[in-house]
């Protein structure tokens, strides 16, 4: 049977309103770091369909911004390049799903439970994730509109992490009984 959170005059009470606000803050990392799990998978699995600044797909787009030259000649004079391309944005992706699995991972547990590690592991790890893609696209002049959501992930990561931040007093942010902090 859930607590009861409605106090003698009907209206909710303070525990049940700070409650459902800390929810907010790991909710916003899921969406995000789900997000990146999505992207990744995708960029792994289908590169080609990945589409990206102009509707090009996102790794002719990269290719094409970064050297000014054509995706389809490169494929056409040296096929083997252009696999071996296709083959480390794969990766790419790869390793843009396995920080997301890890990253949600310390969001619903470690995070959660208000453990000062798991705050920090999302700080660094977010920030060496988005900024990285950010810099990529910026460095092959690959900024559309999906690239912006970068941008937008990082001030909803900060902004969360920011209200639940170790260097708040104790009473902002609480752990759950039994954790460490």
């Known amino acids: 049977m859930a607590p009861d959170t409605k106090n003698?005059?009907?209206?909710?009470?303070?525990?049940?309103?700070?409650?459902?606000?800390?929810?907010?803050?790991?909710?916003?990392?899921?969406?995000?770091?789900?997000?990146?799990?999505?992207?990744?998978?995708m960029a792994a699995a289908f590169p080609d369909h990945l589409?990206?600044?102009g509707g090009l797909p996102i790794?002719?787009?990269?290719?094409?911004?970064?050297?000014s030259g054509s995706w389809t000649e490169l494929a056409?004079?040296?096929?083997?390049?252009a696999k071996y391309i296709g083959v480390l944005f794969r990766m790419y992706g790869v390793f843009n799903v396995a920080f997301g699995l890890m990253a949600l991972a310390i969001t619903v547990t470690a995070f959660r439970r208000g453990e000062r590690w798991g705050w920090w592991a999302l700080l660094v790890g977010n920030t060496i994730a988005l900024v990285s893609a950010m810099t990529y696209d910026r460095m092959v002049n690959a900024i559309g509109l999906f690239e912006l959501s970068e941008y937008l992930g990082l001030v909803l990561v900060?902004?969360?992490?920011?209200?639940?931040?170790?260097?708040?007093?104790?009473?902002?942010?609480?752990?759950?009984?039994?954790?460490?902090?």
């Open 158 to 181: 900060y902004g969360a992490l920011a209200v639940t931040g170790p260097f708040l007093r104790d009473s902002q942010w609480p752990p759950v009984a039994g954790s460490r902090r």
């Open 8 to 41: 003698p005059h009907g209206s909710e009470t303070r525990d049940s309103v700070i409650g459902r606000r800390r929810n907010v803050p790991w909710i916003l990392i899921v969406i995000v770091d789900a997000g990146l799990v999505a992207w990744g998978a």
């Open 59 to 67: 790794l002719t787009a990269g290719y094409e911004g970064f050297t």
């Open 51 to 53: 589409l990206g600044p």
């Open 76 to 81: 056409g004079a040296s096929p083997m390049t």
